[in-house]
């Protein structure tokens, strides 16, 4: 079909028929992970180890922040000011993924 190397270039909201978050959707992914996994306690004692002791507050600043700014979070996390989230969101980010691979229709046409 193609005579040469050929890359194809796709949108953000390209892989949401998968199951992955729009960058709108990513932030309420994140919310919830934070809400879920941190502000409930959930897995705090592995949160503070690998984000210090003041974990709970860093997250509710996060979320304060990233909700307030209305950016998706990899522009977000970019911005000065922001930089210090920059482990934390990461991580948030990864987490959100995995979980829509978990929920991934990627394979179901086979």
């Known amino acids: ?7 194809f270039v796709l949108g953000a909201g390209t892989s949401r028929e998968y ?13 919830t992970i934070v809400q879920d996994d941190i502000t409930s306690g ?9 984000f210090g002791p003041d974990i709970q ?3 509710d ?3 304060t922040h990233l909700r307030s700014q ?5 522009l977000w996390l970019e911005q000065k ?10 991580y948030l980010i990864a ?3 995995m979980r829509g691979e978990e929920e991934s229709n990627l394979l179901s046409f086979v």
């Open 81 to 90: 000011g922001n930089q210090q989230y920059g482990p934390l969101g990461k």
């Open 57 to 59: 507050q860093t997250a």
């Open 42 to 50: 959930k897995h705090l004692q592995k949160f503070k180890e690998l």
């Open 61 to 63: 600043e996060f979320v």
């Open 70 to 74: 209305g950016l998706p979070i990899d």
């Open 95 to 97: 987490k959100a993924l």
């Open 19 to 31: 199951g992955f978050p729009t960058a709108r959707e990513m932030v309420d992914a994140i919310v």
């Open 1 to 7: 079909m193609f005579g040469s190397n050929t890359v």
